[in-house]
């Protein structure tokens, strides 16, 4: 091992010991050593052990760790340490401005194990409400955590989408004359996106020279990536994503769109039941020729839409204008940046009918939940703003944590004075699947919850799902009466979509809800209906879509539950 080796380990084991809380004398010896052993003129291998003893600073017990490393090439006490830490927080030591000392309160406090948790813990603004932690340095943390995450090459379908509609018009403004369309699974509106597609009829030589001029290397041009008879060339773009082009012919660009944007799953079963794709005018004309409806590009993953198709059922596709209110909304009584007023006038200025204001519960201490006595100071601001701001009305309701044994975490007295409960799972995400089914259905059977969050606590490129048997979960939200979420977080999108179409057919209904910290917030409702339209989800299906006199007539129907 070379000395700057043997250096880098004693500084990961200083940290890392630091991390756990360990003596602070002992931390400081190996960092010291470290420093020490990377100044060194000599390689310590090239040394005896005598004079390896004798340098200053170095003493016999790191001596010892020096000789381990030199004959073994590890270091057994950090080994012991390493296989100690989550795999995330040995991370976080990668991003600059988070020592070990905040890495120690992020996970020993928070509760934080990933990036990506760390991240939405800085959406939102949790890291405030502990020492060392200013607004400054969350947004410091939260930027580097973002550059860090984005060299990885997977990303989420919000962090590209203005690069991806940006880099589409510039081809077009570029090549005036030629057909580009993005296809693949930005087009199918794949929640996470390891490269972006495009079909064009630019030549192959013409769009090199063109890409190779705006500094983008190339990395393939050979192959059919798993569609037979269509080449591409693949480029690496801007913070290492994959740009993938097919080269078309006019005669056969809406061919190669409408296979580039269908799963295997749906073309193999298109091409069974309807035979090869033909040169056709547009992709209309493709399913014209086969005597099915158009089916659009979010809904081309399972064969079943197929039959639909067939018999002229396709379901009339929720948008973004038939939303009609803000659920599940956090102000700056708990974690939010904005007060009661200030989000319900954004709510107004979009022209929605309602909000349903959601502040986080008691349990969620790390949050600024809030206790019965704020409860109930907070009621009464959001009395006054109603009269204020008639006819728009502001709901209470409150994100009520599910606790450990599935209780909500407030009495039936307390929860009777909210027009809404959503209960989510904030906590002891790593609970066996059968305790943590045990604790869903208890909450999804309490009489008060209405709307159940997030159902799985997932966050996409960072944090696995809460262990679930969803269609018993399902199952148990049609029999209790329970609305499932569908956060439209561009992190969560929570319940995953390719379980709605089960919900949809159990009569549940989804709502797509914000779960706004901010009234920025507000817009990642896009991201849910692009969800939601995956699944197949209708306006009358979805929750935030009803009218202010629909939602007070299924209030009336959930409170019923009450009694």
């Given at each position: 091992m070379t000395?700057?080796?043997?250096?880098?380990?004693f500084?990961?084991?200083?940290?890392?010991m630091?991390?756990?809380?360990?003596?602070?004398?002992?931390?400081k010896?190996?960092s010291?050593?470290?420093?020490?052993?990377?100044?060194?003129?000599a390689?310590?291998?090239?040394?005896p052990?005598?004079?390896?003893?004798?340098?200053?600073?170095?003493?016999?017990?790191?001596?010892?760790?020096i000789?381990?490393?030199?004959?073994?090439?590890?270091?057994?006490?950090?080994?012991?340490?390493?296989a100690?830490?989550?795999?995330?927080i040995?991370?976080?030591?990668?991003?600059?401005?988070?020592g070990?000392?905040?890495?120690?309160?992020?996970?020993k406090?928070?509760?934080?194990?990933?990036?990506?948790?760390?991240l939405?813990a800085?959406?939102?603004?949790?890291?405030?409400?502990?020492?060392?932690?200013g607004?400054?340095?969350?947004?410091?943390?939260?930027?580097?955590?973002?550059?860090?995450?984005?060299?990885?090459?997977?990303?989420?379908?919000?962090?590209?989408?203005a690069?991806?509609?940006?880099?589409?018009?510039?081809?077009?403004?570029?090549?005036?004359g030629?057909?580009?369309?993005?296809?693949g699974?930005?087009?199918r509106?794949?929640?996470?996106?390891?490269?972006l597609?495009?079909?064009?009829?630019?030549?192959?030589?013409?769009?090199?020279?063109?890409?190779?001029?705006?500094?983008?290397?190339?990395?393939?041009?050979?192959?059919?990536?798993?569609?037979p008879?269509?080449?591409?060339?693949?480029?690496?773009?801007p913070?290492?994503?994959?740009?993938?082009?097919?080269?078309?012919?006019?005669?056969?660009?809406?061919?190669?769109l409408?296979?580039?944007?269908?799963s295997?799953?749906?073309?193999q079963a298109?091409?069974?039941?309807?035979?090869?794709?033909?040169?056709?005018?547009s992709?209309?004309?493709?399913?014209?020729a086969a005597?099915?409806?158009?089916i659009?590009?979010?809904?081309r993953?399972?064969?079943?839409?197929?039959?639909?198709?067939?018999?002229?059922?396709l379901?009339?596709?929720?948008?973004k204008?038939?939303?009609?209110?803000?659920?599940?909304?956090h102000?700056?009584?708990?974690?939010g940046?904005?007060?009661?007023?200030?989000?319900?006038?954004?709510?107004?200025?979009l022209?929605?009918?309602?909000?349903?204001?959601?502040?986080?519960?008691?349990?969620a201490?790390?949050?600024?939940?809030?206790?019965?006595?704020?409860?109930?100071?907070?009621?009464?601001?959001?009395?006054?703003?109603n009269?204020?701001?008639?006819p728009?009305?502001?709901?209470?309701?409150?994100?009520s944590?599910?606790?450990?044994d599935?209780?909500?975490?407030y009495?039936n007295?307390?929860?009777?004075?909210?027009?809404?409960?959503i209960?989510s799972?904030?906590?002891?995400?790593?609970?066996?699947?059968?305790?943590?089914?045990a604790?869903?259905?208890?909450?999804?059977?309490?009489?008060?919850?209405?709307?159940?969050?997030?159902?799985?606590?997932?966050l996409?490129?960072?944090?696995?799902?809460?262990?679930?048997?969803?269609k018993?979960?399902?199952?148990?939200?049609?029999?209790?009466?329970?609305?499932i979420?569908?956060?439209a977080?561009?992190?969560?999108?929570?319940?995953?979509w390719?379980?709605?179409?089960?919900?949809?057919?159990?009569?549940?209904?989804?709502?797509?809800?914000?779960?706004?910290?901010?009234?920025?917030?507000?817009?990642?409702?896009?991201y849910?209906?692009?969800?939601?339209?995956?699944?197949g989800?209708?306006?009358?299906?979805?929750?935030?879509?009803?009218?202010?006199?629909?939602?007070?007539q299924?209030?009336?129907?959930q409170?019923?539950k009450?009694?």
């Amino acid at each position: 091992m070379t000395n700057a080796q043997i250096a880098d380990n004693f500084t990961f084991l200083a940290k890392i010991m630091e991390i756990h809380g360990e003596n602070s004398f002992k931390t400081k010896s190996y960092s010291s050593a470290a420093f020490t052993i990377d100044k060194l003129p000599a390689e310590l291998s090239t040394l005896p052990e005598d004079k390896i003893f004798a340098i200053k600073g170095i003493g016999e017990a790191i001596g010892k760790k020096i000789q381990v490393q030199l004959q073994t090439g590890q270091l057994p006490q950090l080994n012991e340490y390493i296989a100690q830490t989550p795999p995330g927080i040995i991370e976080m030591m990668q991003i600059k401005g988070i020592g070990p000392k905040k890495i120690a309160t992020i996970w020993k406090d928070l509760e934080i194990e990933t990036l990506g948790e760390l991240l939405y813990a800085c959406n939102e603004n949790r890291l405030l409400l502990y020492k060392g932690f200013g607004a400054k340095t969350q947004q410091n943390i939260k930027e580097s955590i973002e550059f860090y995450i984005g060299n990885q090459g997977s990303y989420l379908y919000a962090q590209v989408q203005a690069f991806a509609k940006q880099f589409t018009q510039q081809l077009q403004e570029a090549f005036p004359g030629q057909q580009i369309a993005i296809t693949g699974d930005y087009r199918r509106q794949i929640e996470v996106i390891s490269k972006l597609e495009w079909v064009t009829t630019i030549d192959a030589a013409t769009l090199d020279a063109h890409l190779q001029g705006l500094q983008l290397n190339r990395t393939s041009n050979d192959g059919n990536n798993g569609f037979p008879g269509i080449s591409f060339t693949e480029y690496k773009g801007p913070e290492n994503i994959a740009l993938q082009f097919y080269t078309a012919t006019p005669e056969n660009f809406y061919n190669t769109l409408f296979t580039t944007s269908s799963s295997e799953a749906f073309f193999q079963a298109f091409q069974q039941q309807h035979g090869p794709v033909n040169n056709a005018a547009s992709e209309e004309a493709i399913f014209e020729a086969a005597g099915l409806t158009f089916i659009p590009p979010c809904l081309r993953e399972k064969a079943t839409i197929l039959t639909a198709a067939a018999s002229n059922t396709l379901p009339a596709l929720i948008t973004k204008e038939d939303i009609t209110a803000i659920i599940h909304s956090h102000s700056n009584w708990s974690d939010g940046s904005n007060s009661i007023e200030e989000m319900a006038n954004a709510a107004m200025g979009l022209g929605l009918q309602y909000l349903v204001l959601s502040d986080h519960s008691k349990s969620a201490f790390y949050a600024n939940g809030l206790n019965e006595d704020r409860l109930i100071a907070q009621h009464k601001e959001i009395d006054a703003l109603n009269k204020k701001l008639a006819p728009f009305t502001i709901f209470k309701s409150i994100e009520s944590d599910i606790l450990n044994d599935g209780n909500l975490d407030y009495s039936n007295e307390v929860l009777s004075t909210f027009d809404v409960i959503i209960a989510s799972v904030h906590s002891n995400l790593k609970m066996p699947e059968d305790k943590a089914m045990a604790r869903l259905l208890k909450a999804i059977e309490n009489p008060y919850t209405n709307i159940l969050g997030h159902m799985t606590g997932r966050l996409l490129l960072s944090r696995n799902g809460y262990p679930l048997d969803h269609k018993k979960i399902i199952e148990a939200c049609a029999a209790n009466n329970v609305v499932i979420e569908l956060n439209a977080h561009p992190r969560r999108l929570d319940i995953d979509w390719r379980w709605i179409d089960y919900a949809l057919e159990k009569n549940v209904l989804i709502s797509i809800n914000p779960d706004a910290h901010a009234v920025d917030g507000y817009h990642d409702v896009a991201y849910g209906v692009l969800a939601a339209q995956k699944a197949g989800v209708t306006k009358q299906q979805n929750l935030s879509s009803f009218s202010l006199e629909a939602f007070q007539q299924f209030l009336a129907t959930q409170h019923g539950k009450r009694k």
